[in-house]
Nanobody, 113 residues
Framework: VQLQASGGGLVQPGGSLRLSCAAS????????MNWYRQAPGKQQRDLVA????????NYADSVKGRFTISRDNAENTVYLQMNSLKPEDTAVYYC???????WGQGTQVTVSS
């Protein structure tokens, strides 16, 4: 499975961005697609949101009510709609699919005035 992430950028606090992650390859095997982020200076990637093939979603407490994950099965794409962005949302965002375990390249999100 190959994943192509896009949609990052610079936005002011309170603004919105939508990230996209397009999957190709053995996409019929994918059951979960997640978004992770790695904040500046941190080694680990934190789970932001996840969605199953059945549409069940899960969110980190820090983004609940502000972020929405969705998937378009026809386009083999997962989206992360991010609203009311805060400076602490600044990070490199990565999409992830399983199985098989596959990472996309990161896309930078910077929230700053």
């Amino acid at each position: 499975v190959q994943l192509q992430a896009s949609g990052g950028g610079l936005v002011q606090p309170g603004g919105s961005l939508r990230l996209s992650c397009a999957a190709s390859g053995k996409i019929f095997s994918i059951r979960h697609m997640n978004w992770y982020r790695q904040a500046p200076g941190k080694q680990q990637r934190d789970l932001v949101a996840s969605i199953t093939s059945g549409g069940s979603t899960n969110y980190a407490d820090s983004v609940k009510g502000r972020f929405t994950i969705s998937r378009d099965n026809a386009e083999n794409t997962v989206y992360l709609q991010m609203n009311s962005l805060k400076p602490e949302d600044t990070a490199v965002y990565y999409c992830y699919a399983w199985p098989p375990a596959s990472w996309g390249q990161g896309t930078q999100v910077t929230v700053s005035s």
